[in-house]
């Protein structure tokens, strides 16, 4: 009689395997760089990231593009500077405030989205063709529940402003 390892069945153990490996194992480097380049040019997932919403969108305050990408606007406007340096992204000022800072999508930066997302679109073509329609449509489902719970948790578990 032959013992099943606890560690093979415990779905916990499982998604976070699946998960650092994802995120950290060998082969996602290389997706990394198959999407977003390598070499002279590479491009960070984070800048991509900000420039695939910024090219989504045309154009956005600064703030709502901090929003969408769920990070301080710090950080906004270190990706925007990063991407204005690069020649991908412009800053011009709102045209309903003044105040308000808008950033949108050069030329050259609307070129660069375009080759990464037809990188991407065509490698997801090829990773998910051993599911099946229904699999790729459950699989999309059970992602988008994963990351609702996971933001649900961080949320929960966020530190409170009172002393």
């Known amino acids: 009689m032959s013992t099943v390892n606890q560690v093979d069945i415990d779905p916990r153990r499982r998604v976070g395997r699946a998960w650092r490996q994802i995120r950290r194992g060998a082969s996602a480097i290389r997706v990394k760089d198959l999407f977003y380049g390598s070499g002279d040019d590479p491009l960070d997932l984070a800048l991509a990231d900000a420039l695939a919403v910024i090219c989504q969108q045309q154009s956005m305050r600064m703030g709502a ?24 992204a412009e800053r011009v000022k709102a045209v309903d405030d003044h105040r308000s800072i808008m950033v949108s999508a050069t ?9 990464f997302n037809a990188r991407i679109q065509g490698g997801l073509e090829e990773i998910l063709a051993d599911f099946s329609a229904e699999e790729q449509l ?22 409170t402003d009172t002393p």
């Open 65 to 88: 593009l901090a929003e969408a990408l769920q990070i301080t606007p710090a950080s906004t406007t270190r990706a925007v500077s990063c991407l204005v340096d690069k020649g991908y």
């Open 107 to 115: 030329e050259a930066g609307l070129q660069r989205y375009e080759v």
């Open 138 to 159: 459950q699989l999309a489902e059970y992602l988008e529940r994963f990351v609702q719970s996971v933001d649900r948790f961080v949320e929960a578990h966020a530190p």
